[in-house]
């Protein structure tokens, strides 16, 4: 099956530092892929959309300055959280479609970010 | 906009006993896509089912069935036979043309022994 591949699980960052996070599909090409925000007990909000080759489109709200979104390959999107601040710290979770497959979604496990 | 409704933060269910989650949704798109995802404390993202919406079919995998009413705009869950590893949260979804999921804001299931 589809297998999505998100990295780190857990990132400790001092304020004002920036950090990457890396989301890749393992076995398949994804056209598509989505990152999402986790805040404690409530939904996934998503962030921006990412599509191979192209600028990531962000949701309303979401400073693209502060979320730079890369897909540079159709195995690989990365979310750099630049500056990061303690209101920063959540639970990022990326997901991927497979090309041609629509409405196939898989999750990374996701990745807890802390600013201290 | 679309929306997806969960009206109930939490839930149990004795193990061995069904319980239905509830999920309403409201869209003006004709083709569309629902699912119904775990999330356990680890937070790996799970996909319980899915339903195509052009289906009358109500989709069905395991102990795990739905009941999709088009007109109504409803797509509950039911969990057959509950066992202590369903304890999650569940996330309903929708899925339309643009392809991003809206989510419903999850119902907490509680599994007792």
């Known amino acids: 099956g589809a297998v999505v591949s998100q990295h780190p699980s857990r990132v400790i960052c001092k304020s004002g530092t920036s950090v990457k996070i890396e989301c890749r599909s393992l076995d398949f090409q994804a056209t598509t892929m989505f990152w999402y925000r986790q805040f404690p007990k409530q939904s996934l909000m998503l962030m921006a959309t990412s599509n191979e080759g192209s600028k990531a489109t962000y949701e309303q709200g979401v400073e693209k300055d502060k979320f730079l979104i890369n897909h540079a390959s159709l195995t690989l999107s990365t979310l750099t959280v630049t500056s990061a601040h303690p209101e920063d710290s959540s639970f990022y979770i990326c997901?991927?479609?497979?090309?041609?497959?629509?409405?196939?979604?898989?999750f990374g496990s996701g990745t807890r970010l802390t600013v201290v | 906009a679309q929306t997806v409704t969960q009206s109930q933060p939490e839930m149990s269910v004795q193990e061995a006993e069904t319980v239905t989650l509830s999920c309403t949704y409201d869209?003006?798109?004709?083709?569309?896509?629902l699912f119904w995802y775990k999330q356990p404390p680890s937070r790996q993202m799970i996909l319980v089912i899915r339903?195509?919406?052009?289906?009358?079919q109500n989709a069905t995998e395991n102990r795990f069935s739905v009941n999709f009413q088009k007109a109504a705009k409803s797509f509950s869950l039911k969990i057959s036979d509950s066992q202590l590893g369903d304890a999650a949260m569940y996330f309903c979804a929708w899925g339309g043309g643009s392809e991003k999921l809206v989510f419903g804001k999850g119902t907490k299931l509680t599994v007792n022994p």
């Open positions: 869209t003006s798109e004709s083709d569309y896509y």
């Open positions: 339903q195509e919406a052009y289906k009358q």
């Open positions: 997901s991927a479609i497979p090309r041609g497959r629509h409405y196939g979604y898989t």
